[in-house]
């Protein structure tokens, strides 16, 4: 029962792992095309 237990709370801390990695890469990417529109707007 409570290698249960211990399994679930890794799966989520897994998720959320993946979710900051995720919102990380979204961040370098908004980031990324930013600079473009400034590139282009010169």
């Avoid at 993946?18 to 370098?28: E, T």
Wanted: charged share 30%.
């Amino acid at each position: 029962m409570t290698d249960r237990k211990q399994l679930s709370k890794d799966i989520s801390f897994d998720i959320n792992e993946i979710l900051r990695f995720n919102h990380l890469l979204n961040g370098f990417s908004l980031a990324d095309m930013m600079i473009k529109n400034k590139i282009m707007q010169r």
